[in-house]
């Protein structure tokens, strides 16, 4: 897998969290449901990352320039997922973990977070290291190390110098130190919708 430079500008990734349909207690038609969503998002972006049940994500650099921007396109989507009685909140940052922070910090009275990019990297050092159990890191206890440590925040790991944090923590750490910093470990990936292969025919 290709590494992303340290100097790459990251991309404006929009994530869409669907509380009702994630977790244990979503259901058995949970899927079918969020089949329904994925299908109204790929109305505004046909190229989409099905990151967990419940949770997608896509590009929005493109599809913000031809609705008018980045909040004007979080609420139509919103707006279009309510339509199938369904609760959404959004989140829009640089990079897919910034992203899906933002989506987790919205609220009902607030359903869609924009990081502005000059922003990202401050909304990502006040975050607490616990974020990171969630990235496949709890394993190693990365996170409980850290704060042994007195690395409370990604603030302070993105704070250390990369290759001490290598040498120290190995591959959790250095891919922790990346998502600290802002810097994703892999591109989305989308998929695109299905051909729609039904056929009609009407009879006198």
Do not use: N
């Not at 913000?64 to 279009?80: H, M, N, Q, W």
């Amino acid at each position: 897998m290709r590494t992303p430079r340290a100097d790459a500008v990251p991309p404006r990734i929009m994530v869409l969290c669907c509380p009702q349909l994630c977790g244990p207690d979503a259901g058995p038609q949970a899927a079918r449901w969020f089949e329904r969503v994925i299908t109204t998002v790929t109305g505004f972006c046909p190229d989409v990352e099905v990151a967990e049940p419940g949770v997608c994500a896509f590009g929005a650099r493109g599809p913000a320039r031809y609705f008018g921007g980045e909040a004007v396109l979080a609420a139509k989507i919103i707006t279009a997922v309510a339509e199938l009685g369904v609760e959404s909140r959004i989140g829009v940052a640089d990079g897919m973990f910034a992203a899906r922070l933002a989506a987790r910090q919205a609220s009902p009275a607030s359903p869609a977070l924009v990081i502005p990019a000059s922003g990202t990297a401050g909304f990502l050092a006040a975050q607490l290291v616990t974020v990171l159990a969630d990235q496949g890191l709890a394993d190693q206890d990365l996170a409980g190390l850290l704060r042994r440590l007195g690395l409370g925040t990604l603030g302070d790991l993105a704070a250390l110098p990369a290759g001490d944090v290598a040498s120290r923590f190995g591959a959790a750490g250095e891919t922790a130190h990346r998502l600290a910093r802002g810097l994703d470990s892999r591109p989305l990936a989308v998929r695109r919708p299905a051909d729609d292969l039904s056929v009609a025919r009407g009879f006198d």
